[in-house]
């Protein structure tokens, strides 16, 4: 991987994330960033348990989709989500913090392939994620 790869992924992470109050506002921090991978992580809060007093599968989800489009838009080519998947595997808890690794699989000109780990700070995975992509017209940042 090369200096300015590296450099773009990190650019393209921290303008994408300037942009998104949906990431902002769940108090998700982006704590690594690579081309085609990113770590991103969200404490479990009050407000995001359910019923069972645990954290709800929408936002386990949203947290896999923001490393998710971190990943898949590091290349700095405007990419969206074309559909995903996830499988829940354990609970996670309030005051737990989670951490989202998102890793390209695959990916040709304009469609990628995208898996997530959700695990807590403590290594048990909570969730399965994977994503898959499409690149539209554009950048994420002037190169």
Known sequence: MGKDAQGLAERS??????RDRASQGLGMRIVEMAP????VTMRVRGDMVNGHAICHGG???????SAFAFACNSHNHATVAAGATVDFL?????????IAEATEVWRSRRTGIYEVTVTTGQGVKV???????????GAVVDP
């Open 59 to 65: 936002f386990v989800f949203t947290l896999a989709d």
């Open 36 to 39: 085609g991978r990113a770590r």
């Open 127 to 137: 969730a399965l994620f994977r994503g898959r992509a499409h690149q539209i017209d």
């Open 90 to 98: 354990a609970p996670a808890r309030e005051g737990e913090e989670l």
């Open 13 to 18: 992470a921290a303008a994408m994330f300037e």
